[in-house]
């Protein structure tokens, strides 16, 4: 694979004529060209062949402009967004369109974006200088404009931060709406002169880590036209399953909390009644409201257009793999082009794990559906999952064919307080019992899974003779009696044995910073191109947790609304746990584990109530790629009668020292 660096610089800057800098760029351009002919309308596809687009234009001439975007949330108050572009001069001085990179996020002014936490800069005329990422560097010689979007309420938007609701999303697709000549543009913040996008095609392709994939997400989930793509990097489809989980509250705040620290001081002063609203419909009992409603995107997916290249760490624990694997299953009822990378770190950008091949498919991929492309980028294997650091396989489709939700159940084992986990059922009156210690977490209960402990119940596999893969999510149905009126609850999957993996847990959530740099695209004295460059951050441990989920037991009847639970009681509840891709090698022990508060996940419930768990009633659906099949033949070593229909069956993903920062 080529590496991509610093010799993209375009060598022509100090070019005049328009004329010879036309003649240049259809010299130095490949077969597949990046511009065919002149564009025939707004919002036209260049339909070049094969091949990809190439950095034909100058970064240093590039045209650097603000403008503001009218944004009508619903209200008679109509605002203004901040909307900073980057775009090659060239194609405008010879009278064609280009088609836009776009990132909308409430986060440069406030905390900065990528492993270097970058922020807008601007001159003294207030044009931009410096804008984080790699995206204008490598893009903007390529032929695509790059476009920054400051949400409402933030940096020098107009309006006011609503975390993921009609506020976010409109002030982002207002924008879109703009490039298509749809919405209306000034000048400045207030008055101004009226601006167009006459240089844009209106193709636009949103990307964003975090809170600005969370923003793409719930932008094509509108509809919108013009947006052909989104590549949202570890997001959110919902929010309520940010901060709850069937209940359990997740972090300290609820969405003001956010809006607050996100917000510009002049948003401070005018958000008063927002901020009150963000208090009032997020209660922090669980209970879903109007609130969680307008801000979950899945429940749209119907509407999505565009395709979408999603990017997860398999150990996101800010947010968790649950957003991707309702929002992938949602999408895949829908037919929407998909691909997807998998990586085993926590909440960090690609671009940082595995940044040269990184690099090179997002090139692929915009050219393919920004500026039309045959490059077969949309052919290629669906699935990129990393399984040891650095080390990654392909799949053709996700999860893979023959993935199938099959039942395993806990029971009693030889040795008290350490069960077994398998496919026949506990005997009727088989109880495990445990009390809920919200001092431990999901490290201490898997590290003394092999031995009787008061805060979990352990089950374990035996020893297994084949490499045992799960693919997707999975569902723990437990029957359980509380002592007290309010419990949590825990489930958590783990891979007993060695294995090197990325320290998602250390500070740099399974990357290692480094001090040299490598630059990717072109750059200014302004904007260098230049970033550090990083490893994996690997360690050996002789088990892994994998996936998890949480609950409270109010929730029990109702994953939207709470009821009191009476001690003595037994309830019925169903945690979902988070998707994943996961082999469990040959030798290797497969383990599930039940415990109240998973400390540092969620927080404490009001009682440490002791829970009395039905065996009988108790069961794990998780999804083997080769279902029943395949987890008979791993613990047994020998082959399977075929199981009842029930048993075993075709599954999707189902709905399945943190920064608390999407």
Same mark, same amino acid.
């Given at each position: ?10 060598p022509?800057?100090?070019? #005049? ?36 687009s190439?950095? =034909? ?6 045209? @650097? ?8 949330? %619903?209200?008679? @108050? ?11 001069r ?11 990179? &776009? ?23 207030g ?33 006011c ?15 879109v709406?703009?490039l ?10 207030? +008055?101004?002169?009226? #601006?167009t ?8 392709g &949103? ?11 719930? =932008? ?10 989104? =590549?949202?990097i ?13 209940? $359990? ?6 969405p ?6 996100v ?29 969680w409603?307008? *801000? ?34 949602a999408?895949?009822?829908?037919? #929407? ?21 990184? #690099? ?15 490059n ?5 294997? &669906? ?26 159940r ?18 009727? %009156? ?15 209960w ?11 119940? +352990?089950?374990v ?32 999957l ?10 998602y ?24 191109g ?12 002789? @088990?892994?947790?994998?996936? *998890? ?10 994953a ?23 082999v ?13 508060t998973? $400390? ?8 440490t ?16 790629? +080769? ?9 047994? +070593?020998?082959? $399977? ?18 920064t608390?920062?999407?």
């Open positions: 694979m080529p590496k991509l660096q610093r010799n993209t610089r375009i022509w800057t100090t070019l #005049v004529a328009t004329a010879l800098a036309a003649l240049l760029a259809v010299l130095l351009s490949p077969p597949g060209q990046a511009y065919a002919a002149p564009d025939r309308g707004r919002g036209e596809h260049r339909q070049a062949g094969s091949g990809e190439r950095p =034909v234009h100058s970064y240093a001439r590039a045209v @650097r402009e603000s403008v503001w975007v009218e944004v009508r949330t %619903g209200t008679r @108050r109509t605002d203004r967004v901040a909307v900073d572009i980057v775009r090659p060239e194609p405008a001085e010879q009278g064609r369109r280009v088609p836009v990179i &776009m990132d909308a996020s409430p986060y440069y002014s406030c905390c900065g974006r990528g492993n270097e936490s970058q922020k807008k800069t601007y001159d003294e005329r044009n931009p200088v410096q804008f984080p990422l790699h995206y204008d560097n490598y893009f903007v010689p390529r032929g695509y404009a790059v476009v920054l979007v400051d949400l409402a309420g933030t940096n020098r938007s107009d309006g931060v609503d975390v993921g609701g009609r506020s976010d999303v409109q002030s982002a697709k207002a924008v709406d703009w298509n000549g749809r919405a209306r543009g000034y000048g400045s913040r207030t +008055g101004g002169t009226p #601006v996008a006459g240089w844009s095609t209106g193709a636009v &949103m990307i964003g880590k975090s809170y600005d994939g969370t923003v793409a997400n719930g =932008v094509a989930a509108t509809g919108v036209d013009g947006l052909k793509t989104i =590549v949202p570890g997001a959110i489809s919902s929010w309520y399953d940010y901060y709850f989980a069937k209940g $359990a509250a997740l972090f300290g705040s609820g003001d909390g956010l809006a607050h620290r917000g510009s001081d002049e948003a401070h002063a005018r958000c008063a009644d927002v901020q009150r609203r963000l208090v009032e419909g997020a209660p922090r009992n669980g209970d879903w409201t109007p609130l409603t307008e *801000r979950d995107y899945v429940r749209d997916a119907a509407r999505v257009k565009a395709s979408v290249f999603a990017v997860h760490g398999m150990q996101d624990l800010n947010v968790r793999t649950k957003h991707l694997g309702q929002w992938w299953d999408l895949a009822a829908n037919g #929407v082009e998909r691909k997807i990378w998998l990586s085993s770190a926590g909440h960090v950008d690609p671009f940082d794990f595995r940044r040269e091949a990184w #690099v090179t498919t997002l090139h692929r991929w915009f050219d393919h559906y920004l500026l039309g492309y045959d077969g980028v949309e052919r290629e294997p &669906m699935a990129d999952v990393e399984r040891a650091p650095d080390q990654w396989s392909t799949d053709r489709a996700w999860p893979p064919a023959g993935t199938r939700a099959t039942t395993l806990p029971s009693a084992g030889p040795v008290a307080g350490v069960g077994t986990l398998g496919l026949d059922q506990a005997r009727p %009156g088989t109880t495990a019992r445990f009390t809920d210690d919200p001092r431990r977490s999901e490290a201490d898997s590290a003394a899974v092999d031995r009787a402990t008061p805060e979990k119940a +352990g089950f596999t035996r020893p297994l003779t084949r490499d045992l893969r799960l693919s997707g999510s999975s569902t723990v149905r437990l029957r359980v009696t509380p002592s007290t009126s309010s419990a949590h609850l825990s489930a958590v783990v891979d007993l044995g060695p294995a090197a993996v990325r320290d847990a250390a500070d740099g959530e399974g990357i290692r910073t480094l001090p040299d740099r490598t630059c990717w695209g072109s750059g200014t004295t302004g904007d260098t230049c970033f550090k460059r990083t490893e994996a951050d690997a360690r050996q441990v002789d @088990r892994t947790v994998f996936s *998890r989920g949480w609950a409270d037991l109010g929730h029990y009847a109702s939207r609304h709470g009821r009191a639970v009476t001690p003595g009681r037994p309830y019925t509840i169903t945690l979902d746990l988070a998707a994943t891709d996961h469990v090698p040959a030798g290797h022990r497969l383990a599930l584990i039940v415990a109240g998973d $400390a540092g996940l969620i927080e404490p419930a009001s009682t109530p002791q829970l009395t768990v039905d065996l009988a009633a108790t069961s794990a659906d998780l999804p083997f790629v +080769g279902g029943y099949r395949a987890f008979a033949r791993a613990t047994s +070593g020998v082959g $399977a009668v075929p199981p009842p229909a029930s048993a075993d069956r075709p599954r999707g993903l189902g709905v399945p020292s943190l608390h920062l999407p």
